[in-house]
């Protein structure tokens, strides 16, 4: 995990031991305070395809038979705790943001998506490549996200802040899960994985 926050703090190489010491008190508080939640629909491809818009989700999606559509959350309790660091700790809370947003990602990882002899492709998000961010509300009402009370603002930011929605295929061969970032062509993304 904490290579993972420190990407998402734009750290390259060696971490100094004040930092990796707040990560790990994050991680702590995170460990406290966050109340993961999923919620998901398993579909046929067919039902899907009126939601696939761009080319990225259509060739992510062409080996497919079903699809999963979810959306997960750490819970608002998150949020509060960052803002609340935000007033009197900067550091404190952008070391919170981060690894809570390595803790989602970590909470969706650990999923076991493969159903009835059919394999998991990786997570595809709103935003991903040409997939429009504005496919997010649309997403989260056609899976009742808000049943883990997950909503998106006029902005398509979601509430909580440290949810995520995403696609998933199904396909009959397994997929690689890992290389999310050679499927996308953000080339000049920082968050991009290098190898």
Request: proline content about 4%; hydrophobic content about 45%.
């Amino acid at each position: 995990m904490i290579e993972q926050v420190l990407m998402y703090l734009g750290i390259h190489g060696e971490a100094d031991d004040e930092t990796i010491r707040l990560i790990l008190l994050c991680r702590d508080e995170l460990e406290q305070i966050a109340a993961p939640k999923i919620t998901m629909r398993v579909m046929d491809y067919s039902a899907f395809v009126p939601f696939m818009e761009g080319e990225d989700i259509k060739k992510h999606l062409e080996h497919a038979k079903q699809i999963i559509v979810l959306a997960a959350t750490l819970g608002i309790a998150v949020d509060t705790e960052i803002k609340k660091y935000q007033a009197v700790d900067m550091a404190h809370a952008a070391v919170l943001d981060a690894c809570a947003a390595a803790y989602i990602e970590a909470y969706l990882d650990a999923q076991n998506l493969d159903r009835d002899g059919l394999y998991a492709t990786m997570r595809f998000s709103p935003g991903y490549g040409d997939y429009p961010l504005a496919m997010q509300p649309k997403l989260l009402q056609m899976i009742r996200a808000d049943r883990i009370g997950v909503s998106a603002l006029p902005s398509l930011m979601l509430v909580p802040a440290k949810s995520v929605t995403a696609v998933v295929g199904l396909t009959e061969k397994p997929q690689c899960r890992k290389e999310k970032c050679q499927l996308c062509n953000k080339k000049n993304c920082s968050y991009r994985r290098k190898k």
